[in-house]
């Protein structure tokens, strides 16, 4: 199973940005997605997530900003990010919960980051 993310790049405060996240290959059932980010000398913390039934979380510092959405047939999530900060520069990282086959157990996949840099 891989992950590819994607739609990172350079946007001046308060404009928006939006991240894609797509997982593909020996894939039963994608269940949890989630974005996570990595600021330079900082620890990897959840942005938002999402369950395969469309149950959303945010941390407290994107809510009303940022919207975490997923198509369950492309096994794709998405991150709307909108009145960017120059603090929601970091990495961007994709983490997905994939069940490979019927009746086996849950994987936990990551994708490589995606940087989003936010000017002032």
């Known amino acids: 199973v891989q992950l590819q993310a994607s739609g990172g790049g350079l946007v001046q405060a308060g404009g928006p940005l939006r991240l894609s996240c797509a997982a593909s290959g020996s894939i039963f059932r994608v269940n949890r997605m989630a974005w996570y980010r990595q600021a330079p000398g900082k620890e990897r913390d959840l942005v938002a997530s999402?369950?395969?039934?469309?149950?959303?979380n945010y941390a407290d510092s994107v809510k009303g900003r940022f919207t975490i959405s997923r198509d369950n047939a492309k096994n794709t999530a998405y991150l709307q990010m909108n009145s960017l900060k120059p603090d929601d520069t970091a990495v961007y990282f994709c983490n997905a919960v994939v069940s490979v086959k019927a009746g086996w157990g849950e994987y936990l996949y990551w994708g490589q980051g995606t940087q989003v840099t936010v000017s002032s």
């Open positions: 999402i369950t395969s039934d469309g149950s959303t």
